[in-house]
């Protein structure tokens, strides 16, 4: 997790549900995801771009449902 300074100027895009909403940049070779309700203000937590391709294709394999 960092601060978001490596994604200064990144365009965010949203993704919501029930007015939760995630946000997701990529920016010089990393990929950045915060809650949408925090914005610039709150932490982002940062993937390489092989650690992202893993964490969706877990997703998608349901490895995170509860």
Do not use: Y
Not at 42 to 56: H, K, Y
Request: net charge negative; glycine share 14%; charged share 25%.
């Amino acid at each position: 997790m960092d601060d978001g300074s490596r994604f200064h100027g990144a365009i965010w895009r949203s993704m919501c549900n029930n007015g939760n909403c995630v946000e997701v940049a990529s920016q010089n070779g990393w990929i950045g995801v915060r809650d949408g309700k925090n914005g610039e203000s709150g932490p982002v937590l940062s993937f390489t771009p092989d650690e992202w391709r893993a964490f969706v294709e877990a997703t998608k394999n349901g490895a995170f449902d509860i």
